[in-house]
């Protein structure tokens, strides 16, 4: 069965400063890899995916995730934060052959000023 | 832009309530989903639906039920509220497979 991993529950990190969030799936095929973001009291937003090709993905908000096969990582990174990016931000897997997605716990992010 | 909603944004039922959450979808979707979201637990799928009238079981599917008459609608029952199941309740939808799932804002459910 697959499993995802965020070592961090909680982040605290300057306005300005950049940010590194971690993910470590466990699945035996190349997955789907997904990172969302929920703002306090609203749905999951996604931020940015990866099916195949290019391991550095683009995503909205000024995020980029990078897929490792070595390390079966997907590490979500922000150069420069925003008071805003003030959320929590859930890393997802799944694969072709099935219909669902795997969450991790999620890792809350809070900036300050 | 797919558009989910939720029947509600906050609830709050007495114990042994029967309790229907409703999810609706704009976008033509295949797949529809219930989880339910707790603290330091992350999403836990509930049920899941595949197409109108199917439905298969998530990882947490006891104590709720269903239901998928139309394919831009799907319900979720609490026969018999607890308050083991306050909890906030999120709706989603895909195209097709493991593709890419889009939210409601969600549910929050005070069972007291």
């Known amino acids: 069965a697959q499993s995802v991993t965020q070592p961090d529950i909680h982040i605290t990190v300057s306005e300005g400063a950049s940010l590194e969030l971690r993910c470590n799936y466990s699945?035996?095929?190349?997955?789907?890899l997904f990172w969302y973001v929920q703002s306090p009291g609203q749905g999951l937003q996604l931020l940015l995916k990866?099916?195949?090709?290019?391991?550095l993905v683009q995503g909205i908000k000024g995020f980029e995730a990078e897929f490792k096969r070595s390390q079966s990582s997907f590490n979500l990174r922000k150069p420069s934060v925003h008071w805003s990016d003030a959320a929590e931000y859930f890393c997802a897997v799944g694969h072709t052959n099935d219909y669902k997605l795997s969450f991790g716990a999620g890792t809350t992010v809070t900036v300050r000023a | 832009d797919v558009k989910v909603t939720q029947s509600s944004r906050y609830l709050v039922k007495r114990t042994g309530e029967k309790v229907f959450l409703e999810c609706v979808q704009d976008?033509?979707?295949?797949?529809m989903f219930w989880y339910r979201q707790d603290p330091g637990l992350g999403l836990r799928l509930i049920y899941f639906s595949y197409d109108v009238k199917m439905k298969e079981k998530g990882d947490i599917p006891e104590g709720y039920s269903v239901s998928r008459e139309k394919k831009e609608r799907f319900s979720l029952i609490l026969e018999s509220a607890s308050t083991n199941q306050t909890s906030m309740y999120l709706c989603a939808s895909s195209l097709q497979g493991a593709e890419t799932q889009y939210f409601g804002p969600g549910t929050r459910l005070l069972v007291l």
């Open positions: 976008m033509d979707h295949e797949n």
């Open positions: 990866y099916f195949s090709g290019d391991t």
């Open positions: 699945y035996g095929a190349t997955p789907y």
